[in-house]
């Protein structure tokens, strides 16, 4: 049904404890008086017409509105999630070459192939942050020999770490706070056949029992946020060896200054920096 924005809530309580799902959404932006909404409940079964005009007149009769119109209508099934992999084409990045399981052609001879679906966990290469980071990976694996291991902290999909050990085939400990990144990314190793190169775990910060023992690192990469990467600064400096390189991002062209200032505190010097649409990709050196 359609109502002014302002009715949305009230005819959206008409649905919500019958309905599967409940959605409002802007239909005509410059109608007049107001601006046209829509609102959708889904529901598993055909409801009977009846019921849901009795809901919408009651709760129209509560505040003294209009009973709306509504309509009921049938949606075909569909492959949502064969449909949203092919909305994701394939992304180079430097020497890297992105893409889905729908992508059924191979990979050029010339790239380091990453297979990567849309998945629960952030990182497909899309976003400016994870892009940079590929980029400032694919710059460095020009120039830099690694001879200890390497870490991805905050891995989210598991990316940056399997797009590291496809550079350097170099062992890497990939962690993330969050269980189920880690889920999604130990899948993608397992996709990419790099078991045996990348370990995957569960960590909150730096202290935590998957990093004892483990470092200095030869390279580590850290796309979260600008405050967390601030705040974990000398913790991730004490990580990297003599010589190592750090690749930050998840942080805007603004945030730059407060992000190098805590790291140029720990001894590190600006070696490269990448903008793209506003976010910045910082790599450091020791």
Known sequence: MECPYAQCEIFETALADV???VSSYEVEEHAKPEAV???????????????????????AKAHELPEPHFRIEFVAARDWLKE???????????RFFIYGDHILTPPPASVLPLRLNAATAFGSGEHESTFGCLLALSGLSKKTRPRGDLLDLGCGSGILALAMTKVWRRRVLATDIDPEAVRVASLNVRHNREHNWVRVAVADGLQAHALRGRGPFAIITANILA????????????RLMPGGRLVLAGLLQRQEG???????MQG???HKRIVLNGWSTLVLAR
Do not use: D, N
């Open 84 to 94: 949203s992999y092919a909305s994701f084409a394939p992304i180079h990045a430097g």
């Open 258 to 264: 407060m992000v190098l200032a805590a790291y140029r």
């Open 19 to 21: 309905a599967l799902a």
């Open 268 to 270: 590190l010097r600006l």
């Open 37 to 59: 909404w829509g609102v959708e409940g889904l529901f598993t079964e055909q409801p009977e017409t009846g019921v849901i005009a009795s809901r919408f007149a009651l709760v």
């Open 227 to 238: 405050r967390p990467l601030c705040k974990m600064a000398r913790g991730i400096a004490a």
